[in-house]
């Protein structure tokens, strides 16, 4: 059964260093999203990505996040600098169509900074 | 803004019983979809089951059903026949027919199915 993955499943950086988070959506599915979860806390959104471009993106969504699709596969969320309060679950989810409502999530990556 | 209230933080149940767990939403859409989304242990966000706003029956999944009441802005979710496997984080999910289709969450109700 198809499944989007996620790497690395924990990640461990420093303050102020960048990270990539890379995801491998469901293959054909056009709609492609950013969640973190804090530990002990609800799910946010952070980003939705459809046809090579941003659609919508939350207050948490600052600047020195940024998210791209290098190629056909991939879906990446960068973090430029990263803050003790960037410490969190982060979940990639591909959705297939704008008529498909279901959601597909990833494992999710553990990112902490230190 | 939309807004999604889970009221009960945790929730027990034995084995082969009955469990509801409930929801309330806030929103001046007409047109939307709700969800129910299970988070196991192993953190993956799994779909349970999902309603369209512009449908009046609920919906079911095997031993899993909503209770929609769009007036009320309330979808709960009952659980039949309990099973161990049950056990997990249990979010209530509301999404708006826009460009992004994001999913609000609510903050989780965390149940435990007891033998």
């Known amino acids: 059964e198809p499944e989007v993955t996620q790497t690395p499943s924990h990640q461990v950086t420093q303050m102020g260093q960048e990270v990539i988070l890379r995801c491998v959506p469901i293959?054909?599915?056009?709609?492609f999203y950013w969640y973190r979860q804090i530990l002990g806390q609800k799910v946010e959104f952070l980003v939705s990505?459809?046809?090579?471009?941003?659609?919508?993106k939350s207050e948490i969504f600052d600047d020195q996040f940024s998210v791209e699709r290098p190629d056909g596969s991939n879906f990446t969320l960068k973090i430029r600098s990263t803050k003790l309060e960037d410490s969190a679950m982060y979940f990639c989810?591909?959705?297939?169509?704008?008529?498909?409502?279901?959601?597909?999530f990833g494992q999710g990556t553990r990112l902490t900074v230190v | 803004a939309q807004t999604v209230t889970q009221s009960q933080p945790e929730m027990s149940v034995q084995e082969a019983e009955t469990v509801t767990l409930s929801c309330t939403y806030d929103?001046?859409?007409?047109?939307?979809?709700l969800f129910w989304y299970k988070q196991p242990p192993s953190r993956q966000m799994i779909l349970v089951i999902r309603?369209?706003?512009?449908?009046?029956q609920n919906a079911t999944e095997n031993r899993f059903s909503v209770n929609f009441q769009k007036a009320a802005k309330s979808f709960s979710l009952k659980i039949s026949d309990s099973q161990l496997g049950d056990t997990a984080m249990y979010f209530c999910?509301?999404?708006?027919?826009?460009?992004?289709?994001?999913?609000?969450f609510g903050k989780g109700t965390s149940l435990l199915v007891t033998p």
């Open positions: 990505f459809y046809n090579n471009e941003i659609s919508e």
């Open positions: 989810a591909s959705r297939a169509g704008q008529m498909n409502t279901e959601a597909f």
């Open positions: 999910a509301f999404m708006k027919q826009d460009s992004g289709y994001a999913l609000n």
């Open positions: 293959s054909n599915h056009l709609y």
């Open positions: 929103t001046s859409e007409s047109n939307y979809y």
């Open positions: 309603q369209e706003a512009y449908k009046q």
